[in-house]
């Protein structure tokens, strides 16, 4: 009898009770009221730039599978990436694919939700802007994932649930990278002319098409586009001396066609672990003898050696990167420079056999960079030049792993800076990270099996 | 006499309702005594322990075949004048001694009582009331603290370690008011708590860590509770003890009744003072290379690599002249205790009440870390009229910490690496005195004596009940109870220190409030029939809800280092976060047992949530059980040596949502995303932050126990055993995802958990004379924790270490099998799993667990005359714990001059023939840490407390009026027998958040060995 008055109880008491067990959070609000009008559609945007200068990201860890695996970088702590030991357990590798495709979801999100936003305030233009960023956005986070893993799945619809979660099988990195042509075809027909360096407008989405070109080989296309942005002489300078786009707190200087603020709330990642410790930071890699001796030499280095911080600690000198380093981490992530453009130039021009116009194009930089004119005419010796100038103009960037892998010469560059390491062909493709392979179903690039 | 006192505490509680009978149900005899004119006898008597001669204050004294009773007072004393005429029988009685019948035939006399070591009448603390626990039905284990609350630890719940069967407790990581790691009976969550359900008085307590700032150094806010004001706690096991308690109960349940006075009980005042010191022995530090050495192993490295020496005479010079530096011993150093604790206790007619204050402080063996916690204590009882009664409990305390950080990522403030991962051979001050940093880490002396970090938490934990008789077989009960905790964090970084340095000086302040409250309303109704049918009815309702908010405020770039407020600094900035959740419950309990023979329970509650959707938010949480006292039976009458034997069988289910965030199952966007539309100006942004899932429901564990409680001789020896399976099913788990869908981790219930363990306490009271006391508990558990479904495995920490996959326990630990050292090339051997050829990730393996096979504790008490001796060892076998220290002090010299090299490097291998563990020195052989060869097994068995105590004689302290004095020695980790070559066994990672990291060791300090004294006043 209890018992049944028990159970009336409840039953009078649920439907009381249902009010005092609603509780609506603050903080956070729901899937559904994320994205409904034009500001709610603006703070998604800015929250996918937000994600896309994520410490997984350009904030720190995309960053450094760019230039730490590649013979310039000696860890001072346990570290298997600077000794090109690929693990696909290592969060190096796992956090920065999570981090990518964070972004990828934002990005979804804008593209599948901004067409139905009904809201009088929202202008056709203001919403084709911000449907071209998510599209530009989407295409450098793809193009990121190819160049380092190879092809990789193809996720364009938004995650809500997991309801709608099928497995998505690893398109080619050639599809991958027809994929990334295609989303910046229509951000550059979305996407306005004009100068903004923390926003994707058409002219990024040219200098971010150049690199495409430059990467899957099409030589002509790579110069049209690279040529479209160096004549934007208005827009885009390289700054004199080398050091002015960096030093000194400057941000968003001419130099910059792409770079990623970070403020006192969303400081860098890369700033702490750089810098010296009488900078504040973590120190925990240094650039590796052969660089800093290259930086340091008057006719290879030039002015470049501002790259390069050092400190004396009890008779040691102690050699850091100086791109990173201010206090707080407001240090911007370069993503686009005008510099790499002229390089893009040059190194599309040597291959289709223009000595003449390489070498300008590369001078250019290196006259910026403090350096003698080259005066080579030998195409190999301008492919090569082209490459060591790279070398030393991104070396705190994400480039010069990709750089090695793309032109096939991972293998003798790094055996030359570290001779104790064995580079074999696999580690041309980063590993996929084991969940991915394990609950993704992906298949594994091969040696990482 | 220690006994007694023991039993005292015991009993305190049926006291109260001993009292409250007499008060309520009798008082018209003792009226009608004093009216009587009619005065046949005067009877004067005292009544004492039959081997101590103590006098037993509130013994009961009744005339057989008539009502009239009186009670002894304070000496034992009591007077009876009735109408009867000698000869007549008294019966006398009293707690814990077994009732004497005795004709008296002329004044005065002394009855002499036997104390009844049967324990059978011992009352407990169950669920919404108290049971005896003879009758009880489910597993509950009652803990007296009085000998624990020396034990240099900030929380009751650390010190009561070794004392519960089925009761897994980490001793503590020498980082004084830290959490507690506390497991009953095994784990059965991934993701939502595994910690026991608190109650306090009634009062539902928060035990999870209110630490913001670097929220890995959590905290226990149960260390703000005075040990000393507890009177007895009591575990909650099974599905019958813990059922009532729905989805805040399955993972047992922890009871803490605080002391209360009694009605008509002289004021009592107690004065309790001790002092003493912890220190860690140096034999416990960690071993490091010297400076030679040091350089020798680096150099050794480099020639096996082919690289060009560095330890030159013209560069950093010869290994062998390199120096030494000691940093350990600046930060270890000798931690005083001091502990005073004022008491006053007692009651009138219809006011009781306990009154207390005391203060506690404890230095850590760490410089910079310490605890001191002030707290008060008002407990009033106070009978409105016959059928009304209330009272309330209230605990305010302030507990300040100053907090120091052991380890932490990139170094930056951590006090074990600015200590122990610098190479030895390198300075601490240059030559003119000033400190120097090396590698990524501060330096230990300046980190030592600038930081400024600390935490204070002011706190209150009270209640109101009152209690109406409706009837005197019902009863009605309301009650509503705070738990209030404003947790106060300011940290200050000068610029002599890295994070100073790297934000010329920063500050961080924080402000946290839990506020948690309940509701309470319960109908109970009691009735016995024809002297052999007991039923009891139970039901309530209870409100619940819990409101947790935090502002942390945050400074960057101050003018120099004497500013140090916010207020100073040139970016400043704020942040703020705030979360609730309601649980409303509804509860009901059948109790019915005939002849005390046979004895049934069942339990029903419903919980409903607002953590959950609307359609998955109620939960119904039942259980059943029964128990057969065999020994009651005819035919078990003949029976001399077994006076005891009960079996008991329960089933139920008990819920968890806890630990879960308080808006799990919603799709959310978060805010904080902020960046500039063009510029700098950062503009407001938004990104998703969790994935929906509407289904997500209650986790769910059932739990099946078979008990046998033995009683041999009278009660001198009693047995408890248990066997228990637990099996949880939904369970609240963060699967993994593929993170290709822009997420890593997504919170479902899916997932099925089972622990299966058996429980053996024994009890006996070895001797017992007049002069020579001595008792013995012993108790040892046994639990197999195993995943029994889990969709993929999934891995923790940043070298994923730890994974947990179906088939194996939770804190398992996934690594490369090492096999061991090849001695004609000195390369590490690896279990090739996969048989490829090749060392790759698919060669990692569950190699163990964290879970020890058997733990427990064994107690001895005795008593010699006026000296008193308690001594409890805790042991555990078959345990593991992954050296984490180790792993990283064995880097082969690969780090040169940036990492410590520890001792044990010294024994690698260095030519053909060498038979070792230690691997050549050389890239390959150093480039896996996940070795399991740094797995090592923790089995120990430790020495936990020693205390010895000596009370005056009482003919020496009455001339001042002392009714006792005793002093005492508590001694605490004064041996430790141990395999593992870490300095503790039972230390592990502050972790708070992931508890699924667990047999972790890496940077803690190690529990300190202790000493102190004491001295023990009451009037």
Known sequence: MFKKIGIGLIAVALIGCNKFLEVEPKESISDELAITDKTSLNTAVRGLYRTLADNGYYGEGYVNLGFVPSGEITYNVFNNVSNLNFRPDDAAFVDTWAAIYATINIANHIIQKAPQVQDVNLTDIERNTIVGEAHFVRALAYFDLARGWGGVPLKLEPTTSLVSNEQIARSSREEVYAFVRQELDLAESLLPEEVNRVRATKYTVWALRARLDLYTKNWDEAIDYATKVIGLTDAYKLVKPFSAWFSNGAVQTPESIFELAHSAQNPSGLRTRMSLLSNGGEYRYAPSEPVVKTLQHPATGGDRVALLDSATQSGVKLYAGALYYRSPATDPSYVLRIAEQYLIRAEAKAEIDDAAGALSDLNQVRERAGLQALTTQSIDVLKDAVLEERRLEFLWEAQRYFDLARTGKLKEKIEALKPNLTITEHLNLFPIPIDEVNLGGLKQNPGYE | ?1019
């Not at chain 2, 002329?106 to 407990?124: C, H, K, M, R």
């Not at chain 2, 706690?233 to 813990?242: C, G, M, P, R, Y």
């Not at chain 2, 003072?273 to 490091?288: D, F, L, M, R, T």
């Not at chain 2, 004497?562 to 207020?567: D, K, N, P, R």
Request: glycine share 8%; proline share 4%; with cysteine.
């Open chain 2, 1 to 1019: 006499m220690r006994t007694e006192r023991r039993l005292r505490s015991l009993y305190k509680h049926y006291l109260r309702v001993a009292f409250w009978c007499v008060a309520t149900v009798c008082p018209q005899y003792i009226y009608a005594q004093e009216t009587t004119p009619l005065i046949n006898s005067r009877l004067d008597g005292q009544v004492l322990d039959s081997i101590s001669g103590e006098p037993l204050a509130g013994a009961s004294i009744l005339i057989d075949g008539i009502t009239h009773h009186t009670r002894a007072d304070k000496d034992g004393k009591f007077k009876l004048i009735t109408g009867q005429k000698f000869p007549y029988t008294i019966l006398v009685s009293y707690i814990g001694y077994k009732t004497k019948k005795v004709v008296v035939d002329g004044s005065p006399i002394v009855v002499q009582l036997n104390v009844d070591a049967t324990q059978l009448e011992d009352v407990v603390v169950v669920g919404y009331g108290q049971q005896r626990k003879s009758n009880l039905v489910g597993s509950v284990v009652k803990v007296d603290p009085t000998n624990v609350q020396h034990i240099p630890e900030a929380s009751f719940d650390t010190q009561i370690q070794g004392n519960a069967a089925g009761v897994q407790i980490s001793g503590g990581t020498g980082i004084p008011g830290s959490n507690t790691f506390i497991r009953i009976r095994g784990a059965t969550s991934i993701n939502s708590s595994n910690d026991p359900l608190y109650i306090v008085d009634g009062v539902f307590v928060n035990n999870t860590s209110l630490q913001n700032i670097e929220a890995d150094r959590t905290t226990s806010p149960l260390a703000d509770l005075n040990p000393s004001d507890i009177a007895t706690i009591e575990v909650l096991k099974d599905a019958t003890a813990v059922a009532i308690y729905g989805s805040r109960g399955a993972n047992g349940v922890i009871i803490i009744t605080t002391k209360r006075g009694s009605f008509g009980e002289k004021t009592k005042i107690n004065i309790d003072a001790s002092g003493g010191a912890g220190w860690v022995p140096k034999s416990s530090w960690w071993k490091q290379t010297t400076g030679p050495e040091h350089a020798m192993i680096v150099e050794e490295f480099r020639r096996n690599e082919g690289l060009a020496p560095v330890f030159t005479a013209d560069g950093r010079g010869l290994p062998e002249d390199q120096p030494t530096y000691d940093r350990q011993s600046i930060l270890n150093r000798t931690a005083l205790y001091q502990n005073y604790n004022l008491s006053f206790q007692g009651g009138s007619e219809n006011t009781s009440y306990y009154i207390s204050a005391g203060f506690n402080g404890q230095e850590g063996v760490w410089k910079t870390m310490g605890f001191n916690r002030t707290s008060f204590k008002v407990n009033i009882d106070q009978k409105i009229s016959q059928k009304i009664r209330i009272s309330t409990s209230n605990t305010l305390s302030r507990s300040h910490r100053d907090i120091g950080r052991a380890v932490g990522s990139g170094g930056t403030g951590a006090l074990y690496q600015a200590t122990v991962d610098i190479p030895t051979y390198l300075p601490i001050f240059d030559e003119d005195g000033k400190p120097l940093r090396w590698v990524n880490f501060d330096n230990i002396y300046s980190l030592t004596t600038e930081s400024d970090n600390t935490a204070v938490s002011n706190h209150y934990i009270g209640a109101l009940y009152g209690e109406i008789d409706i009837t005197p077989d019902l009863k009605f009960r309301t009650s509503f109870s705070l738990d209030y905790n404003l947790y106060e964090e300011n940290e200050y970084w000068n610029t002599n220190l890295l994070r100073g340095i790297a934000n010329n000086g920063e500050a961080t302040s924080s402000f946290t409030q839990s506020n948690f409250w309940i509701s309470e309303q319960t109908l109970r109704y009691a009735k016995t029939l024809q002297e052999k049918h007991h039923l009891g009815v139970l039901l309530g309702t209870q409100l619940q809800s819990s409101i947790l908010s935090n502002t942390t405020s945050r400074g960057t770039n101050f003018p120099n280092n004497s500013f140090t407020l916010i207020s100073a600094a040139a970016n400043q900035t704020v942040s703020e976060s705030w979360g609730k959740n309601n649980l409303a419950s509804f509860f009901s309990r059948v109790e019915y047992n005939y002849k005390e023979k046979y004895l049934f329970e069942a339990n029903l509650r419903a919980d409903g949530s607002s953590k959950f959707s609307r359609d998955e938010r109620w939960g119904y949480f039942p259980s059943v059980g029964g128990a057969w006292k065999i020994s009651e039976e005819r035919f078990m009458q003949n029976q001399h040596a077994l006076t005891n034997l009960k079996l008991r069988v329960n089933y139920g289910v008990a819920g968890n949502q806890n630990g879960i965030n308080d808006f799990a199952y919603r799709g959310l966007w978060t805010a904080g995303a902020g960046y500039p539309d063009e510029g700098t100006t950062e503009l407001p942004g938004t990104k998703p932050l969790q994935l929906a899932n509407p289904d997500l429901s209650w986790e769910k564990t059932s739990q099946l126990n078979t008990g046998l409680d033995i009683g041999l001789w009278g009660g001198r020896v009693n047995i408890e055993t248990n066997y228990y399976r637990k099996y949880t099913t939904d369970a609240l788990l963060q699967v993994s995802v593929p993170n290709y869908t822009g997420f890593k981790t997504y919170l479902t219930n899916y997932g099925e958990i089972s622990n299966k363990g058996v429980e053996f306490s024994i009890n006996s009271v070895n001797l017992h004379r007049r002069s020579f006391e001595w008792s013995t508990s012993f108790n040892i558990s046994r639990n197999i924790n195993k995943i029994e479904v889990l969709p993929t495995p999934m891995s923790f920490e940043d070298r994923q270490f730890i994974r947990i996959e179906q088939g194996v326990p939770l804190y398992s630990y996934w690594l490369y099998n090492f096999l061991g050292v090849d001695p004609q090339t000195g390369d590490v051997i690896i279990e090739d799993v996969n048989q490829d050829n090749q060392i790759t990730v698919a060669d990692r393996k569950i190699v163990g667990n964290a879970w020890p096979k058997f733990f427990g504790g064994l107690t001895n008490n005795f008593r010699f005359g006026d000296f008193d001796a308690h001594i409890l060892f805790t042991f555990s076998y078959g345990n593991h714990l992954w050296n984490h220290n180790r792993a990283l002090g064995e880097n082969g010299g690969s780090l040169d001059a940036n990492r410590v090299i520890f001792a044990s490097q010294l024994d690698r291998w260095q030519k053909p023939g060498d038979i070792t563990d230690v691997p050549r020195l050389g890239l390959k052989n150093y480039n896996i840490q996940q070795l399991s060869r740094f797995f090592e097994d923790a089995s120990f068995l430790r020495l936990r407390t020693l205390t010895v105590g000596y009370t005056l004689p009482k003919q020496l302290t009455t001339r001042y009026h002392i009714d006792r004095l005793r002093i005492y020695f508590v001694g605490t980790n004064l041996w430790l027998l141990t395999k593992y070559t870490g300095p503790d066994p039972e230390t592990r990672i502050e972790r708070g958040e992931n508890q699924n990291i667990q047999g972790y060791d890496f940077a803690s300090p190690p529990t300190p060995r202790s000493v102190q004294f004491g001295l023990n006043l009451t009037f």
